[in-house]
């Protein structure tokens, strides 16, 4: 009978919580206003885990047929996590964008967006936002993937999966801790995780945490953090929460890096820029590009090493970063109720009502090109796309074309998703039926101002000049010559000043059913609808004249079917084998504008297929997956090239069949092998392409920043020394990225790359009953190596590094 299996599964996560044997008598009999009940909201997981919040369903992972992967607490402690680009090394297939600025998370899934959520609910950025905040682990017990689509369950989405953090929840148990860390670079940080009951009924879980770093490269971070939440058990089969969070950071934005140089071998018939001599770098013959002296040529052939045009020019520890930048700070608060009700002990409901607000503000460099040789459009090195030169001398190493942005932004959302689902038996058929309803409302007022080098020079219809850029050239990236004063001094242009909105809701249901002789499905189908309105306010005529009177708000909206089919075959308890297919619909862009002429716009929209194998081992202490997949984005727009201004009704501006497709294998292993030794492995081949614009050179190229293969491990070993009453873990991982793609045909560098690296960390910790200490040192061997792919460029991961952790427990 499923509700025998539902109580079953509530009983063991009881226990896991260390209630009572007393209390479980009584949840045998019927639960008492003093034990909660345990659901898929607030269950703990161990290594053979229920998909829980992934599905929102009762499978365990053996049985699930989709794509889960779960980071459980034991995984973040044991690394010394913090945030969740600590954790990307523990999930197949997730990886960093590359294109991100240095802001933010920019994560995603198979080569395509993520969708982040707290619980289920909207955590913030996806859909190419580009202010996002940063996610902490403090709050965070585990995290869960669910990778392809998921409209059904968690409403508008990315299209490459959601990213699920479960949050801490009150506990009636008394437990409190106080943790102090302490690192290289000035790090050090105080935290507070406090929980237990009040009365019978009444629990509370306060969780603080005040952290400051000074960063490597001084890439810095100042956050502040508290989360509260009261949990209230109205019977024994009814319960509320209220929880909030109040996030306040600031973190140091390095937008460039260290960037490729532009020297374009294409250019010099093929040469590599460490093959090529000073007469191969001739001038333009229509003396149209810079004309440079045999001397200055032979001056830029001799700063030219051989990875120019193909990977970073190292600057080692020094950071492209203006005194003028100005840290992302973001400051977030969020509200949560969450009801959960049990009518019987078949049918279950789950409602969350959240409202979020994050309000960001930075200014940031976004370019800084220094420019060597380039023949573009048949003319070699014509400005401002060429070598710097003022008064007769040349800067080999010189930035041109520099924009500095200066940016504000507030977000404001409210989600709401209420969860029905039904157990029964039919025809000796264990049954789960969801029916899920979901509304969201996002609306982000955001604000830019620019300001330029001289290379910036803006003409009204007249051809007067309007603008040109007052910033002061760098005449060498290795030791910048930053401008003085403020940003403001520099004759800021507003050049973006709009208010999006979108809204979106669906309804939909799913079915779970367990067949005999192993068979396992899942089917769902939802029905979304999503509305997006942009409201433009003018911005200064000199940047540009068309877009500098306030224009009305226009709107645009689509609406759909999703879904997802899924089976999983077990033919022994140890194995399974599953295939899935499943569908999405997300907002083609929530900073996007909408002209007004857009009614049949469509949204973007998602397809994935996954075959995948499982195999637990070690009596349900070893769970690993082999995953065949192909995931696409789609509906992605490209201009018509028979459109023009002239063209008549009959012409569309856009074609909407473009597409990113990734295709690839997953692995997948976590195992407690025995009270000894703990193991978890993964890695991923992918091949992630850019298919959007079939009018492009750059169509069907490899996305920017997704690499073919990376592959981590992480080992940790209990040892019995020294006598101690505990053991002595002993934690080695190793993480293997293979190279990136920037390549950038419009920038002159169609081969650049960010190389492939690996990097070896360590851990020792030791528990004791009521206090532990650990040691965790990053890059144990002090590799070189860039950790992102940035546009045109790498950014420097952190060179070796300590962090001492304490905490005590009451």
């Not at 779970?512 to 306010?537: C, D, L, M, W």
């Not at 992918?686 to 920017?704: E, F, G, L, S």
């Not at 070896?760 to 040192?777: C, E, I």
Request: glycine share 8%; net charge negative.
């Amino acid at each position: 009978m499923k509700h025998m299996r539902f109580s079953a599964v509530a009983l063991a996560c009881i226990l896991s919580l260390q209630v009572s044997a007393e209390q479980v008598q009584q949840v045998k009999g019927g639960l008492s206003p003093e034990v909660e009940r345990i659901t898929v909201y607030g269950r703990q997981n161990q290594v053979v885990m229920n998909s829980g919040l992934a599905t929102k369903s009762d499978m365990s992972l053996m049985e699930t047929p989709a794509a889960v992967v779960i980071v459980d607490e034991q995984l973040i402690t044991t690394q010394g996590a913090t945030d969740l680009q600590d954790l990307l090394r523990n999930i197949s297939g997730v990886t960093q964008a590359g294109n991100n600025y240095g802001i933010g998370d920019n994560i995603v899934i198979r080569g395509l967006g993520a969708n982040y959520t707290y619980d289920g609910m909207y955590g913030g950025a996806g859909l190419g936002n580009t202010f996002n905040p940063t996610r902490s682990l403090t709050n965070v017990e585990s995290v869960e993937v669910l990778k392809g689509p998921a409209t059904g369950l968690y409403g508008m989405g990315s299209a490459g999966g959601v990213i699920n953090l479960i949050e801490k929840k009150p506990q009636f148990n008394a437990a409190h801790e106080f943790t102090a860390e302490v690192g290289q670079w000035n790090t050090h940080s105080f935290g507070l995780d406090s929980t237990a009951g009040i009365t019978d009924k009444l629990a509370y879980r306060l969780v603080a945490k005040s952290a400051r770093s000074d960063g490597y490269r001084d890439i810095g971070t100042d956050r502040d953090e508290v989360y509260g939440s009261l949990k209230y058990l109205l019977d024994d089969s009814q319960d509320i929460m209220l929880s909030t969070a109040y996030i306040k950071d600031a973190i140091a934005v390095d937008s460039i890096g260290h960037p490729i140089r532009i020297f374009n071998t294409a250019s010099v018939n093929g040469l590599g820029a460490g093959d090529v001599t000073w007469q191969d770098l001739v001038n333009d013959p229509t003396a149209a590009g810079l004309q440079l002296s045999d001397a200055q040529r032979q001056q830029l052939s001799d700063s030219l090493s051989a990875t120019d045009g193909l990977t970073p020019y190292d600057f080692g520890n020094a950071g492209i970063i203006s005194p003028m930048a100005k840290g992302n700070e973001g400051e977030e608060l969020r509200f949560k109720l969450t009801h959960n009700i049990f009518f019987d002990d078949n049918l279950f409901l789950n409602q969350q009502l959240q409202y979020r607000d994050y309000q960001s503000g930075f200014a940031r460099q976004t370019g800084a090109y220094n420019y060597v040789y380039w023949k573009r459009s048949g003319v070699i090195n014509a400005d401002p796309r060429a070598p710097l030169v003022v008064d007769d001398i040349l800067y080999p190493f010189a930035a041109r074309r520099q924009e500095y942005r200066q940016v504000s932004a507030d977000e404001t959302s409210w989600q709401y998703f209420a969860d029905l689902r039904y157990d029964f038996e039919l025809a000796g058929i264990d049954n789960e039926l969801l029916v899920n309803a979901n509304y969201e409302d996002r609306n982000i007022r955001f604000k830019q101002y620019s300001i330029y080098d001289a290379d910036q020079v803006n003409k009204n219809k007249a051809g007067e000049v309007i603008y040109q850029g007052k910033l002061p050239y760098i005449f060498d990236l290795r030791s910048p010559n930053w401008a003085d004063g403020e940003f403001a001094d520099y004759d800021p242009l507003l050049t973006s000043n709009y208010d999006k909105k979108v809204k979106a809701w669906g309804v939909g249901v799913q079915h779970v059913g367990y067949f005999p002789y192993g068979f396992t499905t899942r089917v769902g189908v939802a029905f979304n609808e999503i509305k997006q309105s942009y409201e433009h306010f003018g911005v200064d005529p000199r940047y540009r004249e068309s877009l500098a009177e306030p224009k009305p708000e226009a709107d645009t909206s689509d609406n759909g079917i999703t879904y997802n089919l899924g089976v999983t075959y077990m033919p022994t308890d140890n194995i399974s084998v599953f295939i899935n297919h499943s569908k999405g619909r997300t907002a083609y862009s929530v900073l996007g504008g909408v002209t007004g002429n857009e009614k049949d716009r469509q949204d973007s929209e998602s397809i994935s297929n996954d075959l995948g194998l499982r195999v637990k081992a070690f009596d349900d202490q070893l769970l690993a997956s082999l995953v065949l997949f192909k995931s696409s984005r789609t509906n992605l727009p490209y201009t018509n090239p028979d459109y023009d201004d002239t063209s008549g009704p009959d012409v569309s501006r856009y074609f909407y069949d473009g597409s990113e497709d990734t295709s690839g294998v997953e692995l997948d292993l976590n195992a407690h092998l025995n009270e000894q030794w703990s193991v978890n492995v993964n890695g991923v081949y992918q091949d992630a392409r850019n298919k959007q614009d079939p009018t492009k050179k750059t169509y069907d190229t490899r996305q920017k920043g997704v690499p073919y293969v990376t592959a981590s491990a992480w080992v940790t070993y209990g040892a019995e020394w020294f006598k101690l009453s505990s053991p002595l873990d002993i934690s080695f991982g190793a993480k293997y990225v293979d190279e990136r793609s920037t390549d950038s045909t419009s920038f002159g560098i169609p081969k650049g790359y960010v190389p492939s690296y690996t990097v070896v960390d360590a851990a020792v910790s030791y528990h004791a009953d009521n206090w532990s200490v650990q040691l965790n040192v990053d890059n144990l061997f002090d590799e070189a190596y860039y950790d992102k792919a940035m546009f045109l460029g790498g950014m420097p991961g952190a060179e070796r590094n300590a962090k001492l952790s304490l905490s005590y427990r009451l």
